[in-house]
T-cell receptor, first 112, second 111 residues
Framework: SQTIHQWPATLVQPVGSPLSLECTVE??????LYWYRQAAGRGLQLLFY??????ISSEVPQNLSASRPQDRQFILSSKKLLLSDSGFYLC???????????FGDGTRLSIL | GQNIDQPTEMTATEGAIVQINCTYQ??????LFWYQQHAGEAPTFLSY????GLEEKGRFSSFLSRSKGYSYLLLKELQMKDSASYLC????????????FGKGTTLSVSS
């Protein structure tokens, strides 16, 4: 069966520091991969999605970036975090476009 | 543009039935999803409707009317563990492969 792993579970970072969140999927090949952010009291916001290695689509302009160096690995990065980057970051995968997406456990990011 | 509306909060008692409504406006509709999210946890997939009608899965059922831009999630025989947020999400050809989520309905189940 397919599983999705996301780490770390929680992270506290100072303003201006870099960020790297990692997500891996097991048990499937060529998944569609997604990064979402959920801010307090707000809905899930899609940040990036990828349909294949090296293919990244950005939904919201910001100081975050994403990369997909391997088929089942999706990385969310920032060179310089802002206070507004605080939130609950969720990685998700689906077998194909339009199919149900399944989420990792999420990373709770606090910026001080 | 795209818009999804759901009630912010609902309350119900154990053993009861509750219906959570979702209305949406989108072009190129390609499916509607319901997710459950317990506080502090990631969303988990509940149901998927792409055609009109009712999909039943145990105590949970989901209904879709594409002509009305309307869906509901029906929860029967409520249990305390059903207290959670319920997220409605749509996928449209306009948005590509991405899900567009509503803000969620927080359901509180009391004894």
């Amino acid at each position: 069966s397919q599983t999705i792993h996301q780490w770390p579970a929680t992270l506290v970072q100072p303003v201006g520091s870099p960020l790297s969140l990692e997500c891996t999927v097991e048990g499937t090949s060529n998944p569609n991969l997604y990064w979402y952010r959920q801010a307090a009291g707000r809905g899930l916001q899609l940040l990036f999605y990828s349909v294949g290695i090296g293919q990244i689509s950005s939904e919201v302009p910001q100081n975050l970036s994403a990369s997909r160096p391997q088929d089942r690995q999706f990385i969310l990065s920032s060179k310089k975090l802002l206070l507004s980057d605080s939130g609950f970051y969720l990685c998700a995968w689906s077998p194909a476009p339009g199919q149900p997406q399944h989420f990792g456990d999420g990373t709770r990011l606090s910026i001080l | 543009g795209q818009n999804i509306d759901q009630p912010t909060e609902m309350t119900a008692t154990e053993g009861a039935i509750v219906q959570i409504n979702c209305t949406y406006q989108t072009s190129g509709f390609n499916g509607l999803f319901w997710y459950q999210q317990h506080a502090g946890e990631a969303p988990t997939f509940l149901s998927y409707n792409v055609l009109d009608g009712l999909e039943e899965k145990g105590r949970f059922s989901s209904f879709l009317s594409r002509s009305k831009g309307y869906s509901y999630l029906l929860l029967k025989e409520l249990q305390m563990k059903d207290s959670a947020s319920y997220l409605c999400a749509v996928i449209s050809r306009q948005a590509g492969t991405a899900l567009i989520f509503g803000k969620g309905t927080t359901l509180s189940v009391s004894s």
